[in-house]
């Protein structure tokens, strides 16, 4: 079963809380995109906002910032996932192991997320420390862009090469046309801003994707 993470990074966040309600009851977790303006070239909402959110659905936060262990503890009472992009680490699995364990000592499932142009072994060293594996379809930074088809080998190696069984996310130009090859190469955990709060419908566009 597929787990489908709408993104509120598409959404009006004018009315944050009435957006997020019409998607809670078909929804399986919402996805919240950190950003810090350094790692990416854009900047989001913080803790605060965060904070604000009511839902009954596992809020998972995806850190877009250069300093995740930093901030982490900021997001962490108001979240059930964090993941922070392994890339930053990259030339240090050392301190990614210290990284993964400072954030779950919060009490949260710990996820690692690699950009399109960053491989699997980066996360090699530490992946059986993970909760989860956030593989970008997308370069971090900006929701609505074009999905990239050749980061799905990295998910079909993390489940048949390397025998990753817990959950794969994948995040950016998930829409009905492209999300059947993410769940077919191993995908279980799917987020979409743009085709679900881009959408008139968002039960609709829900139901669409599930198929
Ligand atoms: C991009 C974010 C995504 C974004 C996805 O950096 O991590 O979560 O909201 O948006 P779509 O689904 O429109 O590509
Ligand atoms: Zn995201």
Redesign the pocket.
Not at 140 to 145: I, L, S
């Given at each position: 079963m597929i787990k489908i993470a709408p993104?509120i990074?598409?959404a009006d966040f004018g009315r944050m809380n009435e957006e997020i309600k019409e998607i809670e009851d078909c929804a399986d977790l919402l996805?919240v995109?950190v950003m810090d303006g350094h790692f990416v070239p854009n900047l989001t909402i913080g803790p605060v906002v965060v904070r604000a959110i009511k839902t009954k659905l596992p809020v998972d936060v995806?850190l877009?910032i250069s300093d995740p262990v930093k901030y982490a503890k900021e997001f962490s009472p108001y979240c059930s996932m964090i993941s922070f992009h392994a890339e930053l680490f990259e030339n240090n699995p050392s301190a990614l192991r210290a990284s993964i364990l400072a954030i779950r000592k919060l009490g949260v499932k710990v996820g690692l997320v690699l950009n399109p142009d960053k491989d699997l072994p980066i996360l090699l060293p530490v992946l059986d420390m993970t909760d989860f594996i956030l593989i970008m379809s997308?370069y971090?930074?900006?929701?609505?862009?074009k999905f990239i088809p050749e980061v799905l080998q990295k998910i079909r190696d993390l489940r048949s090469k390397y025998g990753y069984e817990k959950g794969i996310e994948i995040?950016?130009?998930?829409n009905k046309k492209t999300i059947g090859r993410a769940v077919e190469a191993g995908a279980n955990i799917i987020?979409?801003?743009?085709?679900i709060f881009g959408q008139k419908d968002r039960k609709k566009a829900i139901e669409e994707l599930r198929g």
């Open positions: 993104s990074l598409s996805h995109d995806h877009m997308v971090a930074g900006f929701g609505g862009q995040d950016g130009g998930i987020v979409a801003g743009s085709a």
